[in-house]
Antibody
Framework: QVQFVQSGAEVKKPGASVRVSCKASGYTFTTYAIHWVRQAPGQRLEWVGWISPDNGNTRYSENFQGRISFTRDTSASEVFLELTSLRSEDTAVYYC??????????????WGQGTLVTVSS | DIVMTQSPDSLAVSLGERATINCRSSHSVLYSSTNKNYLAWYQQKPGQPPKLLIFWASTRESGVPDRFSGSGSETDFTLTISSLQAEDVAVYYCQQYYSTPITFGQGTRLEVK
C-alpha cells in the first residue's frame, strides 16, 4: 500500500533553516510528483509546491519567495523540503502528499503523517 | 489565485441528521473542454492528515461511505452527509485543482449536537 513516512518534529530559531524528509513506499517512486502542503495552527491548508522525483523538476508557491527548495534521493525513494530564513509564521505542520492516480490532476489521495516545525526564539 | 470560501465555519448536527457544507470559489472551476469541475473535498480528524473524500466535485473516493455526497458546479459546491455518524466529527475542506496554486477553503468544523 502507498505510504509516506516523514521525519520527526523540529524546533528552530528565527533565521535558521529546517529540512524535512518524506520517504515513500508501496509504488514506483518516480511515477508521481510529490506535493508539500502546510497547515499553520488554526489556519487553512496551504500548498507549498511539488517535485517530480523522475527528473527533479520543481514548482514552488510564490508565497515563499526563494526560501523553499525541494530535492530527492531516488535510490532511497525520499524527498526533502528545505525552508530557510525561518520566521514565526512558518510554524506549521508540513505534509508530503501524492496525487491519487496517473491522471495527473492535483487532488491528493495519499498523505504523510505530517511534521511539526516550530519556530521560536 | 482562486480563493475558496466555505460556510459555515462550524456546524453542529444531531446524530442521524443531515449535514450540509458549502464551498464557493472566486473563479469557476468548471473546465469547459472536459465539462468537469476541478473540486475536491477532504476530511481531517485531529492529529491526522487530510483524507480525500470526493473529487471531480461528486465522485466518491473508494471506501468512502455513500452517506457522503458532493454536488454543485462552476463556483458553488456542497458536501452533504446524509445521516451523521459519530465518526464523521472532523474538519472538512474543499480544494480546487483547476489552476496552480491549488487552494483550499478555510475549513468547516462539524460537531455532534
Amino acid at each position: 500500500q502507498v505510504q509516506f513516512v516523514q521525519s520527526g518534529a523540529e524546533v528552530k530559531k528565527p533565521g535558521a533553516s529546517v529540512r524535512v524528509s518524506c520517504k515513500a513506499s508501496g509504488y514506483t517512486f518516480t511515477t508521481y510528483a510529490i506535493h508539500w502542503v502546510r497547515q499553520a495552527p488554526g489556519q487553512r491548508l496551504e500548498w507549498v509546491g511539488w517535485i517530480s522525483p523522475d527528473n527533479g523538476n520543481t514548482r514552488y508557491s510564490e508565497n515563499f519567495q526563494g526560501r523553499i527548495s525541494f530535492t530527492r534521493d531516488t535510490s532511497a525513494s525520499e524527498v526533502f523540503l528545505e525552508l530557510t530564513s525561518l520566521r514565526s509564521e512558518d510554524t506549521a505542520v508540513y505534509y508530503c502528499a501524492r496525487i491519487r492516480d496517473t491522471s495527473g490532476f492535483k487532488f491528493l489521495g495519499f498523505w504523510g503523517q505530517g511534521t511539526l516545525v516550530t519556530v521560536s526564539s | 489565485d482562486i480563493v475558496m470560501t466555505q460556510s459555515p465555519d462550524s456546524l453542529a448536527v444531531s446524530l442521524g441528521e443531515r449535514a450540509t457544507i458549502n464551498c464557493r470559489s472566486s473563479h469557476s472551476v468548471l473546465y469547459s473542454s472536459t465539462n468537469k469541475n476541478y473540486l475536491a473535498w477532504y476530511q481531517q480528524k485531529p492529529g491526522q492528515p487530510p483524507k480525500l473524500l470526493i473529487f471531480w466535485a461528486s465522485t466518491r473516493e473508494s471506501g468512502v461511505p455513500d452517506r457522503f455526497s458532493g454536488s454543485g458546479s462552476e463556483t458553488d459546491f456542497t458536501l452533504t452527509i446524509s445521516s451523521l455518524q459519530a465518526e464523521d466529527v472532523a474538519v472538512y475542506y474543499c480544494q480546487q485543482y483547476y489552476s496552480t496554486p491549488i487552494t483550499f477553503g478555510q475549513g468547516t468544523r462539524l460537531e455532534v449536537k
